[in-house]
């Protein structure tokens, strides 16, 4: 009997909030919308919204910022929490910043209909977070067997390096999720080839969620671009272009799709290419001049 599982990727744009019951509303109406699913995907840095609470100032300053969203993890992880026991989801929340030291982690948190499941740290940096804003990388990738399949969590620039990857996928990951939060369309296109290359070679599904939209009381999250998008591995049986679903460029909303689950191991069995399989023949190659 096949696994189908119903994903929903978010284009998530960020908003003013005056108060933390205008972010319930908010995101009771996003969860709502995609009550159809069993898997919903919020983007990386989706949090930084609650910075607003803090007023103009607290949201304008990247350091002050950081701390706002962090002091409302807590209220933001049971609102979570108690949104997917409701609708019987799996939800990973979109990132932000927690403090396990004297600076942050990029962390992304993943809930289920029994509650709170685990969490995903940022693994590689930035330019911006560890030059300009000082959020750290927190090396350990997690697997998280789950009744909607078995997960794994690439944020963003994490997406971009295939070891990563590979190291899930070893670890028998069928779905790999990528929330992503980039400035420009050239970023936006470097997570979404590397989430490619992922299912490509891992030969396995990779769900791309974006933020959108112009923030302009924020310098940490001011500009964002990307569309949303599922993918799957393009070796027969799976669409030819690799895109299982996905949505129009900087324009919010959930992008879904239905997903059967064996096809991944069917895939990596019996693919017309074995990416998964072969991919020891390359281990210790060297370029010689």
């Known amino acids: 009997m096949s696994r189908i599982v119903k994903i929903a990727a978010a284009a998530y744009p960020l908003d003013w909030l005056e108060d933390l019951d205008a972010y319930r509303a908010k ?28 007023g103009p100032l607290v ?19 049971a609102l979570h929490g108690e949104l997917a026991a409701r609708h019987g989801l799996h939800i990973l929340a979109a990132s932000g910043p927690h403090f ?16 709170r499941i685990g969490h995903q740290d940022k693994q590689v940096m930035t330019r911006f977070e560890r030059e300009d804003w000082d959020v750290v990388g927190a090396a350990g990738l997690r697997v998280f067997d789950t009744a909607v399949g078995r997960l794994g969590v690439l944020i963003c620039y994490d997406s971009e390096f295939p070891l990563l990857g590979r190291a899930l996928a070893e670890a028998g ?43 302009d009381w924020c310098p940490a999250v001011d500009e964002n671009r990307g569309a949303a998008a599922i993918y799957a591995p393009p070796d027969g049986f799976w669409p030819e272009s690799g895109v299982m679903a996905e949505g129009l460029m900087d324009v919010p909303g ?3 799709a239905e997903v059967d689950l064996d096809l991944v191991a069917e895939s990596r069995r019996n693919g017309r290419v074995l990416p998964f399989a072969h991919w020891g023949e390359t281990v210790g190659v060297r370029a010689v001049e």
């Open 27 to 54: 995101l009771a109406a996003w969860i709502e919308e995609a009550a159809d699913c069993d898997l919903l995907v919020f983007p990386e840095y989706g949090a930084m919204e609650l910075a607003s609470l803090g």
């Open 173 to 215: 990951v069928e779905v790999v999720l990528v929330p992503s939060c980039t400035d420009t369309v050239a970023g936006f296109n470097r997570v979404r080839i590397g989430a490619m290359a992922r299912a490509l070679e891992s030969q396995c599904v990779v769900v791309q969620a974006p933020t959108v939209g112009d923030v």
């Open 254 to 256: 959930w992008v879904k």
């Open 100 to 115: 396990i030291g004297p600076r942050p982690v990029n962390r992304a948190a993943l809930f289920g209909p029994q509650g």
């Open 59 to 77: 949201a304008g300053d990247l350091e002050a910022s950081l701390h706002e969203v962090a002091r409302h993890e807590a209220a933001r992880d």
